[in-house]
């Protein structure tokens, strides 16, 4: 449990990069130094007997998909941004365990 509160916030900056790279918004409008965005090529899901590897393109992608539309659409969130409302509720998480434990 305490690798999982103290192991947070750096996921959560992963998580934050993968939808980043995906993110072809600006690229697709044509702006000022945008750059193409990144290409999924799969997403290996580790268990403890073993691993699963999606190699398909679009399923992995909607794996991420979902994942964005997820945050997007809490209604509690924070601000404006998805990228902060993940670290809000991890933070939020983070302080309630840390309490519970001591």
Known sequence: ???????????TQKAID????????SWMRGDKGAKKP???LHINFA????????????LAKEFVEHFKRYYADLHYKIGNSIWQNILI??????KSNSSNIN
Not at 89 to 94: E, K, Q, T, Y
């Open 1 to 11: 449990m305490q690798k999982l509160i103290t192991s947070a916030e750096k996921e």
């Open 18 to 25: 993968i939808i980043q790279r995906l993110d072809e918004k």
């Open 38 to 40: 990144s290409e999924l």
């Open 47 to 58: 268990f403890n007997d073993g691993t699963v590897k999606i190699e398909h393109a679009w």
């Open 89 to 94: 509720d991890l933070r939020i998480i983070s």
